[in-house]
């Protein structure tokens, strides 16, 4: 099991930026995939983007590419979600997410508590 806590939300105007962080501890960290995902109140759990332990391989919702970036440290066991141009649909709670599959929009079944962004128009 991979304890995952995320940091970093918090409530910006529309065009800010924030860059959340994912800190990883337990087992081993360098091969998992990762993963970000939002979900507002109402809505479905989505996911906003993910990278593989290589970062060769990366998806993005459409409705952020361009603005959001994932990217890792392995040496600090930590992903980040650097998010630019923040838009007012941005808002939900964000989860970081791992999994050991290839496939990168499934299959997540381990979850941090989540950290909420709120972009004010």
């Known amino acids: 099991q991979v304890q995952l806590v995320e940091s970093g939300g918090g409530l910006v105007q529309a065009g800010d930026s924030l860059r959340l962080s994912c800190v990883a501890s337990?087992?081993?960290?360098?091969?998992?995939?990762m993963g970000w995902f939002r979900q507002a109140p109402g809505k479905e759990r989505e996911v906003v983007a993910a990278?593989?332990?290589?970062?060769?391989?990366?998806h993005y919702a459409d409705s952020v590419k361009g603005r959001f970036t994932i990217s890792r440290d392995n040496a600090k066991n930590t992903v980040y979600l650097q998010m630019n141009n923040l838009k007012p649909n941005d808002t939900a709670v964000y989860y970081c997410?791992?999994?050991?599959?290839?496939?990168?929009?499934?299959?997540?079944?381990?979850w941090g508590q989540g950290t909420q962004v709120t972009a004010s128009s």
């Open positions: 997410a791992n999994k050991s599959g290839m496939i990168l929009t499934i299959g997540y079944a381990n």
């Open positions: 990278r593989d332990w290589s970062g060769i391989s990366t």
């Open positions: 337990g087992r081993t960290f360098s091969r998992y995939a």
